[in-house]
């Protein structure tokens, strides 16, 4: 059911510091048409166009210079019209029947004056008629046929009475407006026409000049909930009569707001007692007094406005009986003029109000804020004393001891209340607090911390516009580690380069503003510790100097801690450059802001890790080139990009991609093209970036295309010189091994494996004979079989034949590398080069190197043709210097021995 915005109380107080102007709209040249709907407003019409889509179901031509609505006809799907501020003097008895499902007429502000039942005979679809500002005179039972009515306005039409019809009529009519008329009394029949309507609930009867009240005019809309007397004036002793005829009505809404209660005595409001209000409205009446016991009528009250009145006195009994009140408005209620002492609230005024909610007392002026002022109020949540003139210089902890028996209180907001100290323990008693607003004040103290002690549950802190009088410790919020929201633009003096920084207890810190603070020195830990951080406003202090290369110590880097940042805010800062790390690991953030500043040129990747940024604010600097490397990651996923008036460089080489960009993106650039202007060359000076013609960087693209062919093949060059140079070896032999194994891969290996007679062949020099019998030979203790030369050649058979022969009944070959070896020609000429022809054929296991010397890759090379690198790790062995390594020795050497040759 609707119900007018009239009659709602606020539920929070809601200021505003300035006035509305009247705003003069220019005529439009064209209807604009979408989605149904056809706005042919402010055009200046005498008529309806003709021309609009047949399909649409809204049309507004409000505004104009219409006589008649004689081409309505045309769109039969019609369902709402707004024909008002015209000059219509009728309604065309065909209107209706032309449009059958019109269901809202707005015809107000026009010049209809007769109006009887045949205009509205066809109109039975009606649900909403405006015909207020007209000059009606009602003939017979015009609106007996609107059957479908819910809302009917016939306001400022100097219309006599009440009554708008003599017969039971509009059967589903809730709201009914009568402001402005010339209506001076309600006669006991007046709304007998509404008798029928079971779902009438709101009568609107603002602004005017009621003089009597007949008994029972009320009686046949007893449904009634909203009444509505705003600017209405009504006597002092009409209000009680008033009241008497609303008893038994269902009212529970009631504005009696500028009706010219000036005082209020406690049978004022009597009547009511027997309805169920919940909202009363009496506020702007310039009240001075409210006798104890007003109130006593409203058990079922919940919310009361009292704002913009005059009252001078408070007591305890001044809201008695309103034991069921969530909400009071006090806005301006208490008010000190030039010639009268501050008003007075006494201890206890509230008590009766237990089950109070919401306590607004904004722009309200008393005396002092008592011991008891605010006992009892046992349910309050949220405290507004905003702008109010309390008194109240030092706050102490026994200011608000009242509120300790407010367990749920929430909010408590003392912005600007003249607040020049706080002491020690200031807000102690208020252990459940959330949010504590203190900006617009006169702070001006040290905070050592304990000033906010026992604020267990704080989330939110402002204590901004305190005139720059405030100075920090690493104390200062150690008893708050809840905060969330901490506001201190425009409050803080001296330096923030604390050690630990201030803010480091803060770990769910979420909201950090200290803007407007002249902030020039602060260290890399300001920041350490806030990890939860998601908004950092520090714009207009004086931070570019530690952002300086030429810093000493280098740049401070203090945002390096606050990586979860969504919102950064730089402004005028007189930043000339970012370093190259400053924001690195932003990965969150979502909105940049560095308006104001002196940047111009940019590290190449200083935003490449701003990945997720959708908004980003940097004119008003001194950028010249916007270049792919430094802009292309934050601009490929920007919903809004706001670089206006900077003096860009308009050439190919400073802003061809970004005139590419600007012309083809999807991204919303206010200001463009208008306020992105080239200031370099002269041919471009002061004209739009917008008329760049990038056709004249197109004789660079065959160059750029040739400089990357032709550094591709001096790179690929240089890379195989350096690949044939350093590991042309390796790519030999494994070439040849995979040669070999593709001409030997038919043989079968199980014949392969069985045709060795030993298990090695041991190569060494004469010199290492010693060391091979000594350390080899008793391996074959345990059913090895070496081949040595010296020991088991067939004599008259040529050496050569034998190298070859043994060397291939042989499954590995043991080469004892020392430099004497290196120096046998029959080593370096021939038995190495069988062996690794051998290593080709099988397998690089089948090759076994035992160092007793140091010997380098390079002599291993030359003299034998041998690397390290061509053989599996446990194939090299180095002999140990220590006898108690020896034993893992030779176990290294029977795992090497009883590896297998089998390609794989």
């Known amino acids: 059911m609707e119900r007018v915005k009239l009659i709602l109380l606020p539920l929070l107080c809601i200021c ?9 709209y220019p005529h439009k040249s064209k209807c604009t048409i979408g989605n149904n709907k056809a706005d042919c407003s402010l055009m200046n019409l005498d008529a309806v166009p003709t021309d609009l889509p047949k399909n649409i179901t809204t049309l507004d031509v409000s505004h104009n210079r219409l006589k008649n609505l004689s081409s309505l006809h045309l769109y039969s799907n019609l369902m709402n019209i707004d024909a008002s501020y015209n000059s219509l003097k009728i309604i065309e008895e065909d209107l209706c029947i032309s449009l059958p499902h019109l269901q809202s007429f707005n015809m107000q502000h026009n010049e209809v004056h007769l109006l009887n039942e045949k205009d509205l005979k066809n109109c039975s679809h009606l649900t909403r008629l405006d015909l207020s500002y007209n000059r009606l005179k009602l003939i017979g039972e015009p609106f007996s046929v609107l059957k479908s009515l819910t809302w009917l306005d016939v306001s400022w039409n100097t219309l006599k009475s009440a009554k708008s019809g003599t017969q039971p009529q509009l059967p589903n009519l809730v709201t009914l407006a009568l402001s402005g008329n010339e209506i001076s009394e309600l006669q006991k029949n007046d709304f007998s026409f509404l008798s029928n309507s079971s779902v009438f609930r709101v009568l609107i009867l603002s602004s005017l000049s009621l003089k009597k009240v007949e008994n029972g005019c009320f009686q046949t809309i ?28 269902a009212l529970r809404n009631l504005s009696l707001k500028n009706t010219q209660q000036v005082t209020l005595s406690n049978t004022t409001f009597q009547g009511l007692d027997k309805t169920n209000i919940t909202v009363l409205d009496l506020s702007s009446n310039t009240m001075t007094k409210i006798a104890n016991g007003t109130f006593q009528w409203f058990p079922r009250l919940e919310s009361l406005s009292l704002g913009h009145n005059s009252l001078k006195h408070l007591t305890k009994d001044t809201f008695l009986g309103l034991g069921n009140l969530r909400q009071l408005n006090l806005q301006k209620a208490l008010i000190k003029s030039h010639s009268s ?31 008891h002022i605010f006992s009892g109020l046992l349910n309050l949540k949220t405290l507004d004393l905003s702008w109010s003139i309390t008194g109240l210089k030092t706050v102490t902890n026994t200011t608000f001891a009242s509120l300790q028996e407010s367990p749920h209180l929430q909010t408590l907001n003392l912005t600007a209340t003249g607040i020049n100290k706080l002491a020690p323990g200031a807000f102690s008693s208020l252990g459940n607090l959330t949010t504590l607003l203190l900006s617009h004040n006169f702070i001006n103290q040290q905070l050592k911390g304990h000033e906010l002690e026992g604020l267990s549950n704080i989330k939110e802190l402002d204590m ?37 920084s201030p803010f480091r207890p803060l770990v769910n810190l979420t909201i950090l503003d200290l803007n407007n603070n002249n902030i020039a020195n602060i260290n890399a830990g ?23 290369t030429a810093n000493p110590g280098g740049p401070v880097l203090f945002l390096k801690d606050a990586t979860k940042l969504s919102a950064l805010d730089l402004d005028y ?75 860009f460089d308009c050439t190919c080489e400073s802003i061809l991609w970004f005139s590419e960009w600007l012309n083809s993106t999807n991204v919303s650039v206010p200001g463009f093209p208008q306020s992105y202007i080239c200031n370099t060359p002269n041919a471009y000076f002061n004209r739009s970036v917008m008329d760049f013609d990038p056709l004249s960087c197109k004789d660079m693209t065959p160059f750029k295309a040739l400089y990357i062919m032709s550094s591709t093949a001096v790179l690929m060059l240089l890379f195989t010189a350096f690949l044939l140079h350093f590991q042309g070896w390796r790519i030999q032999f494994f070439w040849s091994i995979m040669v070999n194994r593709m001409l030997g891969s038919l043989k079968d290996e199980r014949i392969t494996e069985g045709r ?4 090695a062949y041991i190569i060494h020099s004469a010199e290492d004979r010693p060391w091979v019998e000594r350390s080899l030979l008793p391996l074959e203790d345990e059913k090895l079989i070496f081949f040595l030369e010296d020991r088991d050649a067939v004599p008259g058979v040529s050496q050569l034949d034998a190298i070859v022969e043994n060397m291939g009944r042989s499954r590995k070959i043991i080469f004892v590398i020392t430099e004497m070896l290196l120096k046998d020609p029959w080593c370096r000429q021939f038995k190495a080069h069988h062996a690794h022809h051998q290593v080709m054929e099988d397998n690089r296991d089948s090759l076994i190197l035992i160092f007793l010397q140091d010997v380098t890759d390079y002599n291993l090379n030359r003299s034998l043709y041998l690397r390290r690198g061509m053989l599996k790790p446990h194939c090299v062995l180095n002999w140990p210097l220590h006898r108690e390594r020896i034993p893992a020795f030779h176990e290294k050497l029977r795992s090497a021995l009883a590896s297998t040759n089998r390609v794989n």
């Open 464 to 500: 901004s516009e305190n005139q720059q009088s405030i100075s920090l410790t690493n104390t200062s919020f150690i008893h708050v580690p809840t905060l969330r929201t901490l506001k201190l633009g425009r409050a803080v003096k001296g330096t923030l380069d604390i050690e630990p």
């Open 16 to 24: 505003f510091h300035g006035h509305c102007a009247g705003t003069a």
């Open 756 to 759: 060795y007679a030993y298990d």
């Open 341 to 371: 002492s501050l008003p007075i609230i006494e201890d206890f005024s509230f008590s009766h109000l237990v089950q109070l909610e919401h306590l607004c007392m904004t722009d309200t002026a008393f005396r002092e804020i008592t011991e």
């Open 222 to 249: 007893a449904r009634l909930t909203d009444l509505v007397l705003d600017y209405s004036k009504i006597s002092l002793q009409l209000t009680p009569s008033l009241c008497e005829e609303l008893a038994g009505t």
């Open 526 to 548: 300001l920041l350490k510790g806030l990890y939860n951080l998601k908004v950092l406003k520090m714009q207009h202090n004086n931070l570019a100097r530690l952002w300086k």
């Open 573 to 647: 800062n007189g930043l000339d450059e970012i370093p190259l790390n400053a924001l690195r690991g932003f990965f969150e953030l979502r909105e940049l802001s560095l308006r104001g500043n002196l940047l111009d040129q940019l590290h190449a990747s200083v935003f490449d890790d701003l990945q997720s940024l959708k908004y980003l604010h940097l004119q008003k600097n001194l950028i010249t080139s916007v270049l792919r490397v430094t802009f292309g990651v934050p601009l490929s996923n920007l919903t809004e990009l706001y670089m206006d008036h900077n003096p």
